[in-house]
């Protein structure tokens, strides 16, 4: 599977934003799909998971700010970020969970 992750930019503390990953190859639909970040310094964590399902798990750290879901016809996974802080500065990943792959991330600051 090739990974590809794209929405990240500049945002203020406070502000939102949606990231996208699109996945190639044909195994997308029965995979566990998870996001991924790694912040200056800090060991890649992972961030929320989907199952093939739709059930979702968010680490408590941004639990009730991002969301997880998926498109299986489109082959994306996606990542709503609201009320972005400081420490939520890093860049991110998406891949199969457990991890396979890692394909380009994207970096999201978020500054005032």
């Known amino acids: 599977v090739q990974l590809q992750a794209s929405g990240g930019g500049l945002v203020q503390p406070g502000g939102s934003l949606t990231l996208s990953c699109v996945a190639s190859?044909?195994?997308?639909?029965?995979?566990?799909m998870g996001w991924y970040r790694q912040a200056p310094g800090k060991q890649r964590q992972m961030v929320a998971v989907i199952s093939t399902s739709g059930a979702t798990n968010h680490i408590d750290d941004v639990k009730g700010r991002f969301h997880i879901s998926r498109d299986n016809a489109k082959n994306a996974v996606y990542l709503q970020m609201n009320n972005l802080k400081p420490e939520d500065t890093a860049v991110y990943y998406c891949s199969t969970f457990p991890p396979g792959e890692w394909g380009q991330g994207t970096l999201v600051t978020v500054s005032s």
């Open positions: 190859g044909t195994i997308f639909g029965s995979s566990n």
